[in-house]
T-cell receptor, first 112, second 112 residues
Framework: KAGVTQTPRYLIKTRGQQVTLSCSPI?????VSWYQQTPGQGLQFLFE???????NKGNFPGRFSGRQFSNSRSEMNVSTLELGDSALYLC???????????FGQGTRLTVV | AQRVTQPEKLLSVFKGAPVELKCNYS??????LFWYVQYSRQRLQLLLR??SRESIKGFTADLNKGETSFHLKKPFAQEEDSAMYYC??????????????FGQGTRLTINP
């Protein structure tokens, strides 16, 4: 079966703009989590959605938001981009809250 | 505060030698511990979790609550074990099983 798919794979944006990243989970998975990966901070949890509801949130400013649709696909949005938002954004999906998380390939965001 | 520490950024061993990747954690409660692996040009994937007590690809990890450690071990390293390894914890079902806190990772290189 198809794995977790993230689009786009690469993105270049200008400071101050906003961006939307997409994640399609494995079919049947209802939980989608997002992570930011940077060389300095490593992998950091952003938020988790389950059945269209945000169930958990990390320590990121309100500029970072997300949502999940009825088909479990998820999007995350970053508004008023800053240079420090340049990172690899990873999405992970799982069937239930305590089952294995499967990661996507990530979206590489560069803010210039 | 929840924290995962992997003291070695880089670890290099010869093929056939034993491998131990160190992981220490701090968590006020009963966490679930995981090891994730990322092979070159592949996605981050789960290697093993402490509750399953399995041996995957010859790797084992024992949770030592007294020393708050979850070191990953393999008695005889193989060249295909070269990868980036991440230790991670979650708060389980109560505090969010999908909210993973990752260590900074250890890059393991197996020399022929």
């Amino acid at each position: 079966k198809a794995g977790v798919t993230q689009t786009p794979r690469y993105l270049i944006k200008t400071r101050g703009q906003q961006v939307t990243l997409s994640c399609s989970p494995i079919s049947g998975h209802r939980s989608v989590s997002w992570y930011q990966q940077t060389p300095g901070q490593g992998l950091q949890f952003l938020f988790e959605y389950f059945s269209e509801t945000q169930r958990n949130k990390g320590n990121f400013p309100g500029r970072f938001s997300g949502r999940q649709f009825s088909n479990s696909r998820s999007e995350m949005n970053v508004s008023t981009l800053e240079l420090g938002d340049s990172a690899l954004y990873l999405c992970a999906s799982s069937w239930a809250s305590n089952t294995e998380a499967f990661f996507g390939q990530g979206t590489r965001l560069t803010v210039v | 505060a929840q924290r995962v520490t992997q003291p070695e950024k880089l670890l290099s061993v010869f093929k056939g030698a034993p491998v131990e990747l160190k992981c220490n954690y701090s968590y006020s409660g009963s966490p679930e511990l995981f090891w994730y692996v990322q092979y070159s040009r592949q996605r981050l994937q789960l290697l093993l979790r402490h509750i399953s007590r399995e041996s995957i690809k010859g790797f084992t990890a024992d949770l030592n609550k007294g020393e708050t450690s979850f070191h990953l071990k393999k008695p005889f390293a193989q060249e295909e074990d070269s990868a980036m390894y991440y230790c991670a914890l979650s708060g389980g079902l109560i505090q969010g099983a999908q909210k993973l806190v990752f260590g900074q990772g250890t890059r393991l290189t197996i020399n022929p």
